[in-house]
C-alpha cells in the first residue's frame, strides 16, 4: 500500500562493480529495485527478507539499511531491520525503547535519530555503542510530520498533534529544530498547515517539502504544492509544485535529482520542472 523507499548501493555477488539503485518495500509483501539512470525497474519480488511494512522509516548508515518502526507487519513495532547490501541480507539489529508506528527518523551526527510513531519521545542510536537512548523530547506529540537534517540541526515539519488543535484538518504549520547543545526550539511556520508530507534534504541550507494533505477550499484534501525552506534565514519560497497531489508518499535525492514515490515515479531536476512516467509499484 504505502511503500519504504530508501536509495543505497546494492552489491550481487556475481557482480564484482557495485550499481546504484532505490530499494523499494512495502505492505504487500514485494520488494522492488528502481535504477535512476536507465529509468528501470525490477518486476519481480526480489528477496532480501526485509519485512514489508508500511509507514516504517529508512535510513542508510555506515553502508547498511536500517528499517525502523511501522504497522501492517505488527500494527506498531519497536523491531530494527538492518539490510547488507554487501551480502543481500537482513538481520534484526536493536530495537527501540518504544514501539512506534509511522515514525520519522534522520542521520544525525554518527547515529540515528527517530521521532514520533505515536509518541512525543525522540531515541538517538549510537553506531558505535549499538545502543539507542531517549534524547530530546518534542514539545508537543505530533504525527505524519515530516523530519530533515540540515548542519547538524533536526528540523520537524508540520504533522498533526496526537493531543488534537491544528486547523479543521487537524493540522500545525509550526517548524521544530533540534541540536544536541540547544534541545528543541521553535523555528517560524510553514507556508501551510499539513501532515503527511514528505522532506528532502537538498545542500547544507536548504530543504524541500512536498505534497501532503491539507485544509484547501474549506476541506482536507492533498496537495501538490512543494517549498523549500532556507535554515539559515529561517525563510520560506514557493518552488515548482508536482503534477499530482500526492500524500503518505516518499521522497529521496539521487543523482542530483529528486524522486518522489506513490503511487507512480515523479522526478525534479535541477531546473525545477517536474517529470512523471508510469511504473508499477508493488509493495
Same mark, same amino acid.
Given at each position: 500500500?504505502?511503500?519504504?523507499? $530508501? ?7 556475481t ?6 539503485g ?10 522492488? @529495485?528502481?535504477?535512476?539512470?536507465s529509468?528501470?525497474?525490477?518486476m519481480? /519480488?526480489?528477496?532480501?527478507? $526485509? ?6 522509516? +529508512?535510513?542508510s @548508515? ?8 511501522g ?7 519497536n +523491531?530494527?531491520?538492518?539490510?547488507? !547490501?554487501? &551480502? /543481500?541480507?537482513?538481520?534484526?539489529? !536493536? ?7 509511522? !515514525? ?7 547515529g540515528? @535519530?527517530?521521532c ?7 531515541? $538517538? ?12 523530547? *518534542? ?14 540541526r533536526?528540523? $520537524?515539519?508540520?504533522?498533526? !498533534? ?5 486547523d ?27 501532515h ?14 512536498c505534497?501532503?494533505?491539507a485544509l ?6 492533498g ?12 525563510t520560506?519560497k ?5 503534477s499530482?497531489e ?5 521522497? @529521496? *535525492? ?5 524522486h518522489t514515490?506513490?503511487?507512480n ?6 531546473? &525545477?520542472h ?10
Amino acid at each position: 500500500m504505502y511503500p519504504t523507499i $530508501l536509495s543505497i548501493l546494492l552489491l550481487t555477488s556475481t557482480q564484482t562493480n557495485a550499481w546504484s539503485g532505490i530499494l523499494i518495500d512495502g505492505q504487500q509483501g514485494n520488494t522492488q @529495485l528502481y535504477f535512476p539512470t536507465s529509468k528501470q525497474h525490477s518486476m519481480g /519480488n526480489v528477496n532480501f527478507g $526485509l519485512p514489508h511494512c508500511s509507514f516504517s522509516a +529508512a535510513v542508510s @548508515l555506515n553502508g547498511l539499511a536500517y528499517y525502523l518502526g511501522g504497522s501492517s507487519c505488527t500494527n506498531g513495532t519497536n +523491531a530494527v531491520y538492518i539490510f547488507d !547490501p554487501k &551480502t /543481500n541480507t537482513t538481520s534484526m539489529g !536493536p530495537a527501540t525503547a518504544a514501539t512506534r508506528y509511522g !515514525p520519522a527518523a534522520a542521520v544525525f551526527g554518527d547515529g540515528i @535519530l527517530v521521532c514520533g510513531g505515536g509518541h512525543q519521545s525522540c531515541e $538517538l542510536f549510537s553506531a558505535t555503542s549499538q545502543t539507542w537512548k531517549i534524547v530530546g523530547q *518534542m514539545k508537543t506529540g505530533i504525527t505524519g510530520f515530516a523530519l530533515a537534517v540540515v548542519n547538524n540541526r533536526v528540523f $520537524l515539519f508540520g504533522g498533526q !498533534p496526537i493531543d488534537g488543535g491544528g486547523d479543521a484538518c487537524g493540522n500545525v504549520a509550526t517548524v521544530y529544530s533540534f541540536s544536541s547543545d540547544w534541545g528543541w526550539l521553535t523555528e517560524g511556520a510553514m507556508p501551510i498547515a499539513v501532515h503527511s508530507h514528505t522532506a528532502v534534504t537538498l545542500d547544507n541550507n536548504n530543504v524541500l517539502i512536498c505534497g501532503g494533505k491539507a485544509l484547501i477550499n474549506g476541506s482536507c484534501s492533498g496537495t501538490p504544492k512543494c517549498y523549500i525552506y532556507t535554515a539559515s534565514t529561517d525563510t520560506w519560497k514557493a518552488a515548482a509544485s508536482m503534477s499530482i497531489e500526492r500524500r503518505e508518499h516518499a521522497m @529521496l *535525492m539521487s543523482e542530483g535529482n529528486v524522486h518522489t514515490f506513490h503511487p507512480n515515479i515523479h522526478i525534479q531536476d535541477a531546473s &525545477t520542472h517536474w517529470v512523471d512516467w508510469t511504473i508499477r509499484i508493488l509493495c
